[in-house]
């Protein structure tokens, strides 16, 4: 196979089959090996279209599984990881944090090894034939905690989680971070704000909202709708991703914003002002909005200062929210009105 093959980890969900769509069209000395669990926030439909792509192959394995994630080591010899493969979804890790911790954490820490012992015959002596290796970490915003109504997450920012998934995926960025700084492992890690665009699983958020208006559905939102995330549309997200995967600095971490800070209830009139525009009802779909008890420790700001990743990748997300928004609102308005 090429020299230049990649392990991509949770490839069939949301963030993952976006970017590997976007690799395949613009590399193409690329193999992409997509390892994904197909659990229930997989969608083996969003990659229909590429997989029959001579570059492109497709494994069923559960990264929790020591000796199936070794042995796909051993038979693909992988170069590069890019390792998005998580539980993700904050209500269920409030569930059962115990697969959160599973897959986040130990899942997380097979792939770390088996990478580390295909590459390295030693701490920082890599194997003649893996000179060039790159562990890619994918992770978020939310390891961070919450801010008040001022102020930005940076890279220096001290990790304070509040719910069991940003939990596991702070482990998870201290296990890839440890394996930098014990091993030499060639890693970097992303941390991004909250992505939307085509093919996120119907519980986010913004899929919810367009399903329920166009079902005539209660718009559910959480206590008074003034949580604020910083939204990055998924296709800028995809570019970051391969910015600081093919130039970021080894063993440095760089936080991924789209510069739009939104409450979830602005999220929620922006588009219904939308779908009454492009698919009219008899009154407007503000009128399905509904207030519900609120979660659990639900962190009331999230926000990027994205300067570094300016500065040393070049990255600037192409969209604005407005512009993303509406490509998404279209994209769901073909996906439900085929539903019927």
């Not at 220096?156 to 440890?178: E, F, G, I, Q």
Request: with cysteine; proline share 4%; net charge neutral.
């Amino acid at each position: 196979m090429s020299e230049k093959i990649i392990l991509v980890t949770g490839g069939m969900g949301f963030i993952g089959s976006n970017f590997i769509k976007y690799l395949l069209s613009n590399y193409v000395d690329y193999v992409i090996v997509n390892a994904d669990a197909i659990t229930y926030a997989a969608n083996s439909r969003n990659l229909k279209s590429i997989e029959k792509n001579p570059n492109y192959v497709f494994e069923q394995i559960d990264i929790r599984d020591r000796e199936l994630v070794n042995s796909l080591f051993n038979n693909y010899k992988f170069n590069y990881v890019i390792h998005f493969a998580a539980e993700s979804h904050v209500d269920n890790s409030i569930i059962n944090p115990t697969i959160f911790a599973e897959t986040n954490i130990l899942g997380t820490m097979n792939v770390l090894e088996a990478a580390r012992t295909l590459w390295q015959e030693k701490p920082f002596l890599y194997k003649e034939e893996f000179s060039n290796v790159r562990f890619h970490h994918i992770s978020t915003d939310e390891v961070y905690g919450t801010l008040g109504k001022t102020g930005f997450f940076t890279e220096k920012t001290p990790y304070s989680p509040n719910s069991p998934y940003s939990a596991s995926k702070a482990s998870s960025d201290m296990l890839v971070r440890s394996y930098y700084h014990t091993f030499g492992l060639n890693v970097v890690t992303t941390n991004c704000s909250n992505n939307y665009g085509p093919m996120q699983h119907d519980e986010k958020l913004i899929p919810t909202i367009i399903r329920n208006a166009l079902m005539n559905k209660a718009i559910p939102i959480y206590g008074e709708g003034k949580n604020v995330r910083d939204w990055l549309y998924v296709e800028d997200h995809c570019q970051a991703i391969d910015k600081a995967f093919h130039h970021g600095k080894s063993g440095e971490t760089y936080l991924i914003g789209g510069n739009n800070e939104k409450s979830n209830i602005e999220i929620a009139h922006i588009i219904c002002e939308y779908l009454d525009e492009l698919h009219p009802g008899n009154k407007s779909y503000k009128n399905l909005i509904s207030y519900v008890t609120d979660r659990p420790g639900h962190d009331l700001r999230y926000a990027i200062d994205a300067s570094k990743s300016r500065k040393e990748l070049y990255f600037t997300p192409n969209e604005t929210f407005e512009t993303g928004i509406l490509k998404t609102i279209n994209w769901y308005l073909k996906k439900y009105k085929s539903k019927g």
